[in-house]
């Protein structure tokens, strides 16, 4: 089934439910036990729709990425002289960084250019963009904040109050402001992955080593960071956008463990306006299948599922995001985010290394294979997020 086909029977599927409440839902708003049975079961196919299109999507992106050509092929005539890369981003690097991950003789000897103090050596450029590539895809928050790369320790200034004009009649003296501001630091933390291959598959030519073990370490990253870039602590990680140093909290629901609709209107207009043009929702999928079945005053429900592939699902007429990394409904929880991820900075240290460990596993038959990279997030403006936190 195509992802088309998929989008049209989920909304199929929605319309059905949203018919099937309405006409078994008696004066007080409540299902039976049989019909809130059936309305599951209609509700469970929707999520199982939804995570089909999600899996199916994903996998045609990483198709397109790994069918896009490598090099640019040479169409006219006379023909030009290729110019040569270097440093990282030349195939010397790249063949001989190949036959450091398999324990091969070098060819080129040209690694020294990319020898971290640390020791390991840093990754060719190519094999860096495709640890990136695979984050975006594993990783909701990173595409949706503000990226940076740094190379030490950045401070960003942020205004913390404004200066406020005065009417003055004329020869009249001026009224002075003092508009103050505030300071953030983003540094960075040190994130690491180690993976063992066994000498047998080193060996196995036929195995792409470089593909496997940028994707591994793609995956292990971008689940750490997720985590991380919504509930992180700030110390030695990132700091989480549902933390108390994260977003600001905007509403807090009159239950511990429900939502309503005008908790979730109240949120979007705890937003300011110039923060809504932007705006979109994030929370778990738990959270979303507690509030699927909500109407605003018109009766028409709050969640609108994406009938385009490629279109996030949408609630209140903006984009809906989901991470399973998102506090679900309990007391305190802050369980919605509301505004414009821009707000949340994520600051890469440039270049990831790999280092090959030789003697560590060998009496297991293994190498070790070490990728660390660098990075820290951080929440600049709070108001720009809004936070709805359940009752206590």
């Not at 963009?129 to 503000?146: C, F, P, S, T, Y």
């Amino acid at each position: 089934m195509t992802i088309n086909e998929m989008i049209q029977k989920r909304a199929k599927v929605w319309e059905t439910a949203k018919n099937f409440v309405d006409t078994h839902e008696n004066e007080n708003g409540v299902l039976s036990a049989e019909d809130n049975e059936t309305y599951s079961r209609m509700e469970k196919e929707i999520e199982n729709l939804t995570a089909a299109i999600d899996r199916q999507q994903r996998a045609e992106a990483r198709e397109a990425e790994l069918n896009r050509p490598v090099n640019t092929p040479i169409t006219e005539r006379p023909a030009k002289q290729v110019e040569e890369k270097t440093g990282r981003a030349s195939n010397a690097y790249k063949e001989d960084f190949g036959a450091h991950l398999r324990g091969q003789r070098l060819v080129h000897n040209v690694l020294s250019e990319g020898v971290q103090a640390d020791g390991g050596y840093l990754v060719p450029e190519e094999f860096e963009r495709q640890i990136v590539m695979g984050l975006d895809e594993a990783n909701v928050v990173r595409g949706l904040a503000k990226v940076i790369t740094t190379s030490a320790e950045r401070k960003i200034p942020v205004a913390a109050t404004h200066s406020t004009a005065a009417w003055t009649a004329e020869n009249g003296a001026y009224t002075p402001s003092d508009p103050s501001f505030d300071q953030k630091t983003i540094d960075a933390y040190k994130l690491t992955d180690l993976v063992k291959v066994s000498i047998e598959l080193l060996q196995d030519s036929a195995f792409n080593l470089e593909e496997y073990i940028a994707a591994e370490f793609a995956r292990a990253f971008g689940i750490a960071e997720e985590e991380a870039f919504c509930v992180g602590t700030g110390t030695g990680q990132p700091t989480g956008i549902f933390t108390a140093k994260g977003g600001q909290v905007g509403v807090t629901a009159g239950a511990t463990n429900a939502i309503t609709a005008d908790e979730l209107i109240s949120l979007v207009y705890a937003l300011k306006s110039p923060y809504r043009r932007n705006a979109k929702f994030l929370m778990n999928d738990a959270t979303i299948a507690a509030i699927r079945k909500l109407k605003d005053g018109n009766g028409v429900y709050l969640w609108q599922p994406s009938l385009q592939a490629g279109e996030p699902d949408k609630l209140l007429g903006y984009e809906l995001y989901t991470s399973p990394y998102v506090p679900t409904v309990a007391a305190e929880a802050l369980t919605v985010a509301f505004g414009d991820f821009k707000n949340y900075w994520i600051a890469d240290r440039s270049g990831r290394t790999v280092q090959r460990l030789n003697e560590l596993y060998s009496t297991n038959g293994q190498v070790g294979f070490v990728a660390t990279e660098r990075v820290d997030g951080k929440v600049i403006l709070p108001e720009g997020i809004q936070l709805l936190k359940m009752k206590a």
